[in-house]
């Protein structure tokens, strides 16, 4: 009954879809991340050469520290919220809980560099940091490798396959299936450089961005270098010069490197809809699957429309965020915090839609007979072939005759062909314009997209 009552699909009807992002964006992962930021920064603390109130810690003991966040368990997460109940803050649960911990594991000597000069920004700019990065890289770049290595191959499988183009929805110049597939690979593989290339920030300076409490408690130490030094260590680009908060700007910069893959998948949604619609594309009935409540025959491509609604929910996220994170009052306003345990949803949203993508294309089957019987309703895409090639041949503006000819007209592959007989050009050029058809003036097309594209991966 829990997935019946959940408020949000993404944790009922939706949930085995995006339960791989459970791991970085639940309530206990953020204090999972929380702990881990703590314990780091105390193990650095302990190498640090000026803190001298702080004894070094032995190996074994930093192996069992690490363990606390490595191990991290559902019991761990409950005695945490419970010192959330009871001091109602976070943050400070987690430093309690943390102390309990140490108590346990004998080192309690160590208890007082917990949390030693922090504000509780230091510790979640830089938890929301690595929760960021890492869904990026272990769960959204992985599905997103999926989704553009099924597109490659069917690119590559539909190079030749010729099909209609529409401009403005009308009949155009042809194409290739493939060719068009290959198109959103490109830009794809082009979005998808942009997100992981975001490289997250983090801070560590205090309650308004001066050190002031590490400075005044340990005025010997180069705080800077330090804060730098551990900011590094956990693979994030320090930002020194902030006011309480760290500016948030690269979650800014993620949020649109995302958002932009994001209308990219939108635009092969509604094509791929389009497609099918059109009868191009067909879809794999599943036995025992439903396409409508009324009308028996329907295979609808609910993957596809699903996929596109969610990329829709995710980016109107993504834009807010990205409008909303960077700004913050003064040095410190707390709007951000209720703000930023949101992005899992934007996330959520996001690798639901890929997977359904997934899915849709999974589905896909090709119907060229289809195709080739639209090219060869629409002979008067060929227009453009005749006045080019006349051009060529210096004939006297051969645009102006195609555009009478063809223009607003029913046109005929016969009839085009009459009218080459009537144009005074030599016999060869006749031969070479007569043996023109839809299905073969696609130009490059195939060679684009076996060429144009790099392999998967």
Not at 180 to 185: D, K
Not at 345 to 368: E, N, Q, T
Not at 398 to 423: C, I, M, N, Q, W
Request: with cysteine; hydrophobic share 45%.
């Amino acid at each position: 009954m829990d997935q019946l009552t959940t408020l949000s699909p993404l944790d009922g009807r939706y949930r085995p879809d995006v339960a791989a992002l459970e791991a970085y964006f639940s309530e206990a992962a953020l204090f999972r991340y929380r702990a881990r930021v703590e314990i780091e920064y105390l193990i650095f603390l302990t190498k640090a050469r000026d803190v001298s109130f702080v004894p070094r810690l032995e190996a074994q003991a930093v192996a069992e520290l690490r363990g606390l966040y490595r191990s991290f368990r559902p019991e761990d997460a409950e005695a945490i919220a419970a010192w959330d109940r009871k001091v109602n803050h976070d943050v400070k649960a987690v430093e309690y809980w943390l102390r309990e911990q140490m108590d346990k594991l004998g080192l309690g000597a160590w208890k007082e560099a917990v949390h030693f000069a922090l504000t509780s920004e230091d510790v979640n700019n830089l938890a929301y940091a690595l929760m960021l990065r890492e869904a990026r890289d272990l769960v959204i770049l992985p599905a997103l490798n999926e989704l553009g290595a099924q597109l490659h191959a069917l690119a590559i499988e539909q190079s030749e396959t010729a099909m209609l183009a529409r401009t403005h929805g009308q009949p155009a110049t042809p194409t290739t299936l493939g060719k068009e597939i290959a198109v959103f690979v490109t830009r794809l593989r082009r979005a998808h450089v942009a997100l992981a290339k975001v490289q997250l920030t983090g801070k560590l300076n205090g309650a308004t961005g001066t050190l002031a409490a590490h400075a005044v408690a340990l005025p010997s130490v180069d705080w800077l270098a330090f804060s730098r030094a551990f900011v590094r260590s956990l693979d994030l680009e320090p930002v020194q010069l902030t006011t309480q908060i760290e500016p948030h700007d690269s979650i800014a910069e993620l949020c649109d490197a995302l958002k932009r893959l994001n209308t990219l998948l939108i635009g092969l949604c509604q094509d791929m809809w389009r497609y099918i619609g059109d009868g191009y594309l067909v879809q794999a009935p599943k036995a025992g699957e439903v396409g409508s409540s009324t009308m028996p025959h329907k295979v609808n491509p609910i993957d596809f429309e699903n996929a596109e609604g969610n990329l829709g929910l995710a980016n109107a996220l993504l834009e807010f965020f990205s409008r909303k994170l960077p700004i913050s009052r003064m040095q410190r306003d707390l709007s951000d915090s209720t703000v930023l345990r949101n992005l899992g949803v934007a996330f959520g949203h996001s690798l639901f839609a890929y997977r359904r993508a997934l899915k849709g294309i999974g589905k896909l089957g090709v119907d060229p007979a289809r195709m080739q019987a639209d090219l060869a309703a629409h002979p008067e895409v060929l227009a453009e072939a005749v006045q080019t090639i006349l051009r060529r041949e210096g004939y006297p503006e051969p645009y102006e005759v195609l555009k009478k000819l063809s223009r607003g007209r029913a046109l005929t592959l016969d009839g085009l062909r009459d009218f080459v007989d009537t144009l005074d050009v030599s016999d060869a050029v006749k031969d070479e314009l007569r043996a023109l058809t839809p299905e073969g003036y696609t130009g490059l097309a195939g060679k684009l997209a076996r060429t144009l594209i790099k392999p998967a991966g």
